[in-house]
């Protein structure tokens, strides 16, 4: 065995190492997050779901009058108009429900998180450096790179003050799964690409479609939590008592118009990109197979993915189909991603399965 090859074996090595130092870290995180839940403060969490049923209290201003004295005015309430037919509801205060020690647990789940996804970085590094190319060349290397990509997006949003820490139990509870399988049914052993994969729209076509699937995955984690809790938020007008679940959990996430905006401005936002995603594909494809289109399984389901998600931004822009019909539609369309990835790699005979899983 030359040098050369020694160094490559080596930094698989390392690269296997740090993807497992990683699943270590995230667990930590993910104990950290339930700590947060569990730990909040339920009285906090109580008081604030009352106000979300209680009728609201207008405050006075008193204003000096020119006669020297005074009169007491009210205050105009300040909302935040949602679509359609939702109801005008503040934020729950979040996992920790505005406890410190709460909040405390909360912020070391978000440190461990930091370097557990700096841990796993370093390991899609090595594992690229060990084969010298782009490290997503089969399923295992795509996984890798997606839960990457997917908390590095959440990372992101936090850095830039957005409120999403609601999301970081069930984002590390999923990159933990994808892990998982990866590790264990999906992991291929370092190796070079077919002919056909050498291109520079290697980089090009698949780093998109990784971030296009990160990013649409965040958007439809706000979709589900946006079912859930728009379902509560209409018990509560009714004047329904919810469960246990609900006084928990629902009680402390962003009212549902929060949600359902959140995912709506992800997924438009990472749309023109999917669609960026589909025609270098093809480009690829003319490149290398000579025809842009050949109804091959992956390119159809691609296609299906962005008609699902253009019907998805179509129902958000139309009367009628705002809110739940309009969330069923984005779950729907990410299913169709999810399939694109694993059902068409894994069960169905493709051109984009020579590179095995």
Known sequence: MNLAAATNESLAEMSNVLVYSSMAVYTLAFLAHIAEWVLGSRSKV??????????????????????????VLDKPKVVTRSAGGARDVPDGPGAAGGDEKGDLYGRIAVSLTTLAFLVEAAGVVARALSVQRAPWGNMYEFSLTFSTVAVGAYLAF???GKNVRWMGLLLVTTVLLDLGIATTWLYTDSDQLVPALHSYWLWIHVSTAIFCGAV?????????????????????????????????????????????????????????LWTFTIIAGAIWAGDAWGRYWGWDAKEVWSFITWVAYAAYLHARATAGWKGRKAAYVALIAFACWLFNYYGVNIFVNSLHSYAGV
């Open 216 to 272: 649409f995955y965040l958007g439809a984690v706000a979709t589900l939590l946006y079912l859930f809790r728009d379902a509560y938020e209409n018990k509560l007008a009714q004047g329904g008592t919810p469960g246990g679940f609900a006084r928990s959990v629902l009680e402390r996430l962003p009212a549902a118009a929060t949600l359902d905006k959140f995912a709506y401005r992800v997924n438009a936002a990472v749309f023109p």
């Open 158 to 160: 936090l850095l830039a």
């Open 46 to 71: 109580g008081r604030t779901a009352a106000a979300l049923t209680a009728p609201a209290q207008t405050p006075a201003v008193r204003v000096r009058q020119r006669d020297g004295g005074t009169a």
